[in-house]
């Protein structure tokens, strides 16, 4: 098999009800028919959920093909690992997600079939006004005060929410309740797990006219109430020029970079996940043979080491790797 290079991948579309079509309009895919494209999973390995390179020798294997066969180059420091650890991806809030929360590693674990737990971070790309974070609960709202409020179906009264602007980060670990509201394009990084428990979904009704599926019983189960209400991250410097570390968590690190020259990425014995969300950056090695652009992802293997990454003019992005 071919060594690895940097790698790109063809985004798989969700279309969901609360979807809209800003992931076409504000990040620049392309959509079919249709207003309710809700998610574009730019990285993923997690079962038949598979993210397939998109260009160069390597084109048509799925990542998880290339975990199970380059494990190491891939990796490095890293390796072994059962499926690659993170999933992410653009989601567009054209109306409110249903309020939901997700299970810790522990917890997950003893699902069946078992499955990661799910810690994630959000990168607020585009905030029409009015749109609304709702992230964990208002202090005081105990077990017993949400169980009442989920009775009258009023659970958003529990809830702790603000107005984002755009550039906010929000971290959102397991056990927190949480939901995006409409008016919003997030980027997301989170474990690569698909396991949510939906508390309440604004007392509406799906496609065929039913309240969509509600999994009460398990979301309280994994709740953690003693979290509190969530707010956004405070970016912290670092010691490279225009980086500021968004979260650090025993799941990933997230940082955003400000570039306005050639710069060096990698190198650390880890891979990195680039995704920009401005202007355009030129890879050495990348197959594409075209500047990355905005809304657009590429992976850089650990085997890759320091890869030369040019910005054009200034280029805005997201690097995303483990700890």
């Avoid at 940097?6 to 079509?21: A, E, S, T």
């Avoid at 620049?28 to 998610?39: H, V």
Wanted: hydrophobic share 40%.
């Amino acid at each position: 098999m071919p060594q690895l290079y940097p790698l790109r991948f063809k985004p798989i579309l969700r279309r969901y009800l609360w979807g809209g079509r800003r992931l076409q309009t504000v990040m620049g895919k392309s959509l079919g028919e249709g207003d309710d494209y809700a998610e574009s999973w730019e990285v993923v390995d997690h079962g038949e959920d598979q993210s397939v390179v998109s260009a160069g020798p390597l084109r048509g294997l799925t990542l998880g093909q290339l975990v199970q066969e380059q494990g190491a180059a891939l990796f490095g420091r890293h390796h072994p690992q059962q499926q690659f650890p993170l999933l992410f991806k653009f989601l567009d809030a054209h109306r409110n997600l249903s309020v939901q929360v997700h299970p810790n590693n522990e917890q997950a674990s003893r699902l069946d079939p078992p499955d990661l737990g799910k810690t994630e971070a959000w990168v607020i790309v585009h905030a029409e006004p009015g749109g609304t974070i709702y992230a964990g609960l208002k202090r005081g709202f105990d077990q017993a005060a949400l169980e009442r409020e989920l009775d009258r179906g009023t659970t958003q009264l529990c809830l702790h929410s603000f107005e984002p602007q755009t550039g906010d980060c929000v971290f959102i670990p397991a056990g927190t309740v949480h939901a995006l509201g409409a008016g919003l394009v997030v980027a997301e990084i989170q474990q690569a797990s698909d396991t949510t428990f939906r508390l309440f979904d604004w007392n509406r009704v799906g496609p065929d006219g039913m309240p969509r599926a509600l999994h009460i019983e398990q979301a309280l189960q994994v709740i953690d109430y003693d979290s509190g209400p969530v707010s956004p991250q405070i970016p912290v410097s670092t010691r490279e020029t225009g980086v500021e570390r968004l979260v650090a968590c025993d799941e990933f690190v997230l940082e955003r970079r400000a570039l306005v020259e050639p710069a060096l990425i990698g190198g650390d014995h880890r891979f990195h996940l680039l995704t920009v969300l401005a202007g355009q950056l030129a890879i050495d090695g990348d197959a594409a043979r075209q500047p990355l652009s905005m809304g657009e992802t590429v992976l850089l293997p650990a085997v890759a080491g320091p890869v030369q990454v040019a910005p054009h003019p200034k280029t805005l992005l997201l690097d995303m790797y483990l700890p």
